[in-house]
């Protein structure tokens, strides 16, 4: 891996990936820096709700040169960039030749199948748009061989917006806010996935809801199905019935898609994409491929937060393993003793047998350790943790710990030698890229994590892979427990996954979570 190249880049889910000085590879998000959920990097940003503006830029710079120690040869940085981020950027690495990239989609495949197992494998990118060498599109399939990565179709088929302006009419995704608030609409899918499965999909609006995701006019759409889709302007049934319908209907259309050029070329397949977080979706096209000999991959950081290190493999050509423990260390190490003084707090070393002790009374706990994972998916490095088969538990923690709407489904983690045990057509699922269907004599006994369609958004782990998970999971297995735990990521409603120790305790002192895990220390309330 080559140190000599940083990649920069600066629409929604800006990033940064480089070579460290301990060679390793990391992806640093900036939301994760600004504390600013989906936070842009560009100058020309700053009057959005997402901007950082200049100051955050220049210390978010000033960060990744301290762990780079040397001007890279290369900087590569997305063409969305401007002349006062390009000044910014000379300023502080004075030394380094800059190199525009306008390949939004390359850049999705390059990232995620240089991440595969897979030596070569057909690459899909779906997507809400990106511009690729002057030409805006949405979906794109690659055929990728070696380190070569050859398109072979586009597509104008819009999934990524026409599913995400479902959530406009829906009053329990986003109420009382505006749609052309960036930040906003970029949270309605993952909303609109959770409520879809308390809806039943309405044979006769699958017509025109086809029709809606070639035209997206919510308006058309909305004569045609004879209901009011303006702006919030939905609740209950209607809501439901709408999202169902619409997942129904994205599966069919992206299902086909797909299917039509791996039935001409039986390859295993790569989704990248926004609308690869569609874990419902992924679960039933992972089955489909297993049962036709052949796999799916699904990287970590399929969305706009992996577009940085697409770019960097598109210079330098280099397979890798998946960059999921990747991302900031925790920023405020040193202020520990200070936060530990500033609150009534039991402070012990920890171990395993106390969480579980801690967890199987009932108690919530958050662990911050390492460097943080990369991507929209906490996966036990920034994580809140719980034992769910506590029946309330879902509940208290979107109401009183989260602070989020109450349809939102949290993921269960089990051991990966376990999972054929409590789950259905369960995968290997290190990054939640799948939703297999709790079994049914287990779903009364983990309510928790069990979506109201029985699904469940499953991570498993394996004892090289996340040995705090994995040693949680097996004491509890000792203990004749159900080795199930519940994850969801360590924020707040709002705002991005945490990384510094002021926002955990923030949470500490003024949620109901009961605990943290600060890497070797045990802090409870």
Not at 360 to 381: F, H, M, T, W
Request: negative net charge; charged residues 20%.
């Amino acid at each position: 891996m080559t140190s000599s190249v940083l990649s920069l880049y600066g629409s929604h889910d800006a990033s940064a990936t480089f070579v460290d000085t301990n060679g390793d590879l990391r992806i640093l998000e900036l939301e994760r820096f600004s504390d600013i959920r989906y936070a842009m990097y560009s100058n020309q940003f700053d009057s959005w709700s997402l901007g950082v503006g200049e100051k955050v830029r220049e210390e978010f710079l000033n960060y990744i040169k301290e762990q780079i120690s040397v001007d890279p040869e290369v900087i590569i940085y997305s063409s969305v960039l401007d002349q006062n981020d390009l000044q910014l950027i000379s300023r502080i690495f004075p030394n380094s030749q800059l190199e525009s990239f306008d390949g939004h989609h390359i850049s999705h495949a390059y990232g995620s199948y240089f991440q595969s197992p897979f030596k070569e494998a057909l690459v899909f990118t779906v997507d809400g748009g990106g511009s690729d060498f002057g030409a805006h599109t949405t979906t794109k399939v690659y055929n990728a061989i070696g380190n070569e990565v050859t398109e072979i179709h586009k597509s104008g088929m819009d999934f990524g917006n026409a599913y995400s302006l479902i959530g406009v009419p829906i009053s329990e995704v986003s109420p009382g806010k505006d749609n052309n608030d960036l930040g906003v609409f970029l949270s309605y899918a993952g909303k609109v996935m959770g409520i879809c499965a308390y809806g039943r999909v309405v044979n006769e609006w699958l017509a025109p809801m086809e029709s809606f995701y070639h035209h997206r006019n919510l308006q058309t759409l909305g004569n045609e199905i004879g209901l009011d889709l303006s702006l919030n302007s939905l609740s209950g049934e209607s809501s439901y019935n709408l999202a169902a319908t619409s997942q129904h209907v994205f599966e069919k259309l992206l299902l086909d898609f797909i299917l039509s050029f791996f039935d001409k070329n039986n390859q295993n397949i790569v989704l990248t994409g926004g609308c690869a977080l569609n874990v419902v979706f992924n679960q039933k096209l992972k089955k489909v491929l297993c049962e036709r000999g052949f796999d799916l991959y699904v990287p970590p950081n399929p969305n706009d937060c992996g577009q940085s290190l697409g770019q960097y493999l598109y210079k330098v050509k280099k397979h890798i393993e998946p960059l999921v423990y990747s991302g900031f260390d925790i920023l405020d190490r040193e202020d520990i003793d200070l936060y530990l003084k500033s609150g009534n707090y039991k402070v012990a070393d920890t171990s395993v047998e106390k969480i579980v002790d801690l967890i199987s009374d009932g108690k919530i706990g958050g662990i911050i350790q390492g460097y943080s994972e990369v991507g929209p998916r906490a996966l036990g490095n920034r994580s809140i943790i719980c034992d769910p088969s506590f029946t309330d538990m879902k509940d208290v923690l979107n109401a009183k710990v989260k602070f989020r709407e109450w349809f939102r489904p949290f993921a269960p983690v089990c051991r990966d030698e376990d999972k054929q045990i409590y789950f259905d057509d369960a995968y290997s699922a290190d990054y939640m890229s799948y939703a297999p269907f709790v079994k049914e004599e287990y779903r009364d006994k983990l309510p928790s994590i069990t979506h109201v369609d029985g699904t469940a958004r499953l991570q498993t782990v394996n004892e090289n892979q996340h040995d705090l998970f994995y040693s949680i999971l097996t004491c509890m297995k000792q203990r004749e427990k159900i080795p199930v735990i519940l994850n969801t990521s360590f924020n707040i409603k709002g705002r991005p996954i945490l990384t510094t120790l002021k926002d955990a305790f923030h949470v500490l002192d003024n949620t109901e979570l009961d605990f943290l895990v600060i890497e070797n220390l045990l802090v409870v309330k």
